[in-house]
């Protein structure tokens, strides 16, 4: 099977081009530099020529802050980008994975979210990834919409690193306590997206660790699990303003992995505990 990764140089893009060489799969990916989205000559050339039975695309503007002052930026990624890889990857008959974001919800629920739970963004980012959403749903008849929250792996910029680097050079850190959700390590998503690609059951996914926790908790785990002495407080989202707006509970239901006969995602503590041991 041929697949076709865009993003290949991001956090989750690098872990599923390693996992699907593995496997035997014949994996072309592209970073930004090979193969830019928002070419969409560009998109249709590099699809024309492979052909992939499957294209992942994991590639996105993906700074949730600045997009509140890069509105038109995020949107050329997310929204058009998206929509030049979906009707590229239609027109070769290839299946499609568009990675999307808990973003996408306003976090006033107090029960996790399904994948048929109306959708009401709050951010740049949150909106401009549902954008692409709709271009996929608009565009192709063979895709898997894959939501996706607090992705960490060994590859990038991620919470996980953050909190490891400042627990060096501060004794005590203030972390958000009133926002809950659900960590995912990239090499768990990566091996749900696998799983999902072998199937025809296309449609929305909401792939998440499971459980949930605070940012807070997730901090405090973090220092647990690496044995790191360092004092965690925990504070508001008002004490600690952001220039985008975050849902202040994201927490998923993976109802179309449970129904859809998927196997079930690995606790969020787990996961992080084997990703700490591997690095
Ligand atoms: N990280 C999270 O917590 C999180 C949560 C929910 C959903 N997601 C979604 O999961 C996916 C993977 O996220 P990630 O954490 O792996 O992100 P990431 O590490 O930021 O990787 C995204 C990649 O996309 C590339 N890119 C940006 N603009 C591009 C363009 N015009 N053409 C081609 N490539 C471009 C980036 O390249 P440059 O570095 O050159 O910009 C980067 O390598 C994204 O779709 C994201 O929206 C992430």
Redesign the pocket.
Known sequence: MKVVV??A?????TDLVHLLANQGYEVYGY??EE????NSDQVKQVTSEVRPDVVIH?????KVDLAESEPDQAFL??AY?TRNVAAASEAVGAKLVY?????VFDGMATTPYNEFTPTNPLSVYGKS?LAGEQFVRDLHSKFFIVR????YGKH?D?FVKTMLKLAKERDELMVVNDQIGCPTY?VDLANCILQLIQTEKYGVYHVSNSGHCSWYEFAKAIFEEADIEVKVNPCTTKEFPRPAPRPMYSVFEHMALRLNGFKVMPNWRDSLRIFLRSI
């Open positions: 865009t993003g140089k991001g956090q989750l893009g970073g930004r193969l830019d989205i928002t994991t590639a996105a503007y993906t990624i997310n980008g990675i999307s974001t808990d973003y990834k996706t929250s607090w992705v990038g991620n990239t």
